[in-house]
């Protein structure tokens, strides 16, 4: 059965961070793109970050660029995202996303809310 289970959310004043998990099972978690999407209320769901299967590539939102940082652990079967000097427009759930050439899986998501 594929899993994702993001955790690591919270409340968090803006300048600060979080850092948020994603545990993956069930599915090659190496071959597989991952990627971290984020849905602010009233809002589409956007990507915000997403890192290639071995790892040796990643792409950011212009508006997280410099903030944010992915990153994967192959033998861990997990992927992170480290949120750094955080603002009030970051809140949103965020979900983890598994992707390859056939499918694509989601976790349940992890709130984060940014707010003094």
């Known amino acids: 059965q594929v899993q994702l289970v993001e955790s690591g959310g919270g409340l968090v004043q803006p300048g600060g961070s979080l850092s948020l998990s994603c545990a993956a099972s069930?599915?090659?978690?190496?071959?597989?793109?991952m990627s971290w999407w984020r849905q602010a209320p009233g809002k589409e769901r956007e990507l915000v970050a997403s890192i290639t299967s071995d790892g040796s590539s990643s792409n950011y939102a212009d508006s997280v660029k410099g903030r944010f940082t992915i990153s994967r652990d192959n033998a861990k079967n997990t992927a992170y995202l480290v949120m750094n000097n955080l603002k009030p427009e970051d809140t949103a759930v965020y979900y983890c996303?598994?992707?390859?050439?056939?499918?694509?899986?989601w976790g349940q998501g992890t709130q984060v809310t940014v707010s003094s």
């Open positions: 996303q598994a992707r390859n050439l056939l499918d694509t899986y």
């Open positions: 069930g599915f090659i978690f190496s071959t597989y793109t």
